[in-house]
């Protein structure tokens, strides 16, 4: 019978180009220390490995995540953290955390925000994509012109339905400013193709200044604005939220928490007020 072979010696010292070779940077950072701790505190090497192994998943996940943040274009400072649920008209926190829990985009469901400009919709939509892409969800945001001229570009191109398809690795997409300027047919029509290809797939979170009822703005053609609306609320939860400006108050708020450096006359205090007004007015 035939003695087993002799195991082959091992080159610890080759063990940092292994790892590279195999893509484990975690575990090239982490190894040395690690394997300092476990010879002193006498661990078996299947905890040695399990450690290194987790160790490397985690910074696996927190790499993925930092690059679809990226990714997904949402503005930053706009997070569950930093809004104001008391300025929220209509809106509770437990529906805006259950909307951040994600369950919805499981089934290609929508969201829509309907309100006054400044009311929050902005906001509220950017916080629950942020928690959704913490939770390892694909989203992208994206003012909803922006979209409209890559897809015109894309059908100049003869491209549309590959650039259409591209989009659908993202779990969401968030298209601010959906009603904020008139589209003329082929603007519509590019829009109206991507509402069609994702609906009951893919989801769509929409911001819009006006109700229904003035979509036609959006879609010139009555048919198409009945389609597109009936295929973005068969499965969608609308969230009303109209009432005072939720940036005007946020403003107010920071303007009263500024300690008075001096006496300012009522004209100032006019001129300061009237400043705050157009800046807020030309923020959608």
């Not at 997904?72 to 930093?82: E, W, Y």
């Not at 601010?176 to 029509?189: C, F, G, L, M, N």
């Not at 609308?238 to 500024?258: F, H, P, T, V, W």
């Not at 100032?268 to 009237?274: Q, R, T």
Request: proline share 4%.
């Amino acid at each position: 019978m035939t003695a087993p072979a002799a195991p082959r010696p091992v080159d610890v010292h080759a063990l940092p180009a292994m790892l590279s070779a195999l893509r484990l940077p975690s575990f090239q950072r982490h190894w040395q220390a690690l394997a300092e701790r476990a010879d002193a505190e006498g661990w078996p090497a299947s905890r040695f490995l399990a450690t290194l192994a987790e160790l490397e998943l985690a910074e696996r996940d927190a790499r993925r995540i930092h690059r679809h943040l990226q990714q997904s274009q949402l503005p930053g400072g706009k997070t569950l953290a930093t809004l104001d649920f008391k300025a929220l008209p209509g809106v509770t926190r437990a529906r805006v955390e259950a909307l951040a829990a994600g369950d919805w985009v499981e089934t290609g469901a929508n969201l829509i925000a309907i309100g006054n400009s400044g009311a929050g919709k902005t906001h509220v939509l950017c916080a629950i994509g942020h928690a959704l892409v913490e939770a390892g969800r694909r989203v992208l945001y994206t003012s909803t012109t922006d979209m409209v001229q890559k897809l015109q570009a894309a059908r100049r191109d003869l491209a549309l339905e590959a650039a259409i398809a591209k989009l659908d690795k993202f779990d969401l997409i968030i298209l601010d400013d959906i009603t904020y300027a008139q589209k003329d047919r082929a603007e519509s029509s590019v829009l109206f193709e991507l509402i069609a290809r994702r609906y009951e797939t893919r989801s769509l979170a929409i911001a819009a200044n006006q109700p229904f009822s003035a979509w036609d703005k959006v879609f010139p053609d009555q048919a198409v604005t009945v389609a597109a609306i009936d295929r973005l609320v068969h499965h969608a939860t609308i969230l009303e939220m109209n009432g005072d400006s939720y940036r005007r108050r946020a403003a107010a708020e920071r303007r009263s928490a500024k300690p008075e450096i001096g006496a300012t006359t009522s004209s100032d205090n006019l001129e300061a007020e009237a400043a705050d007004n157009i800046k807020e007015e030309t923020i959608t």
